[in-house]
Antibody, heavy 124, light 108 residues
Framework: QLTLKESGPTLVKPTQTLTLTCTFSGFSLTTSGVGVGWIRQPPGKALEWLALIFWNDANRYSPSLNSRLTVTKDTSKNQVFLTMTNMDPVDTATYYC????????????????WGQGTLVTVSS | SYELTQPPSVSVSPGQTARITCSGDALPKKFAYWYQQKSGQAPVVVIY???KRPYGIPERISGSSSGTMATLIISGAQVEDEADYYC???????????FGGGTKLTVL
């Protein structure tokens, strides 16, 4: 059974750094073509892709948030971490991690399994 | 930055065909993916690689792509298909994923 679960603080203060952990099971992040992505969704708003880390340590970031994001992994513990600096109230959202798969032709990446999400509120 | 454009809402009666569009400049060269999100739940992929259906997704849900537009088609829409639908794809550089703004499908 393939699962992912996000964990981390539910409340952070403005200017603080957020660190979220995605703990997964049922797949390996050493398998070619596999990655773990982070996606967020402010209350009542659309999904927003944040970051991806792949089996080969390559990573990608949203251009608009690139300077604030870092994604890392601990393959031995089946965990992926997302760090977001300088948090602001507009960053209040449900944060999801999801397994990313390269399409066979390499023409895209899609997310086939998602965690339940964790709501992070930014407030003083 | 790259954008995918979807209509905010689509409404159909039960049994009708719903079509949700997604436009983006890179779609001629990149795949489109579609996610269904029901209220309070995590998204579920319903179409990948423009038109492929994951196991367990009903056959009435299909996808197509032509030029700069991808389309999600729900034939014989049912009340249980009511949800927000998001398209996603990759920009021309291949380095950045993006989601569309989402389309609320109402079936009533």
């Amino acid at each position: 059974q393939l699962t992912l679960k996000e964990s981390g603080p539910t409340l952070v203060k403005p200017t603080q750094t957020l660190t979220l952990t995605c703990t997964f099971s049922g797949f390996s992040l050493t398998t070619s073509g596999v990655g773990v992505g982070w996606i967020r969704q402010p209350p009542g708003k659309a999904l927003e892709w944040l970051a991806l880390i792949f089996w080969n340590d390559a990573n990608r970031y949203s251009p608009s948030l690139n300077s604030r994001l870092t994604v890392t992994k601990d393959t031995s513990k089946n965990q992926v971490f997302l760090t977001m600096t300088n948090m602001d109230p507009v960053d209040t959202a449900t944060y999801y991690c999801a397994r990313g798969l390269y399409s066979v032709s390499g023409l895209g990446v899609y997310f086939d399994y998602w965690g339940q999400g964790t709501l992070v509120t930014v407030s003083s | 930055s790259y954008e995918l454009t979807q209509p905010p809402s689509v409404s159909v009666s039960p049994g009708q065909t719903a079509r949700i569009t997604c436009s983006g400049d890179a779609l001629p060269k990149k795949f489109a993916y579609w996610y269904q999100q029901k209220s309070g739940q995590a998204p579920v992929v319903v179409i990948y690689d423009d038109s492929k259906r994951p196991y367990g997704i009903p056959e009435r849900i299909s996808g197509s792509s032509s030029g700069t537009m991808a389309t999600l088609i729900i034939s014989g829409a049912q009340v249980e298909d009511e949800a927000d639908y998001y398209c996603s794809s990759t920009d021309n550089s291949g380095d950045h994923e993006v989601f569309g703004g989402g389309t609320k499908l109402t079936v009533l």
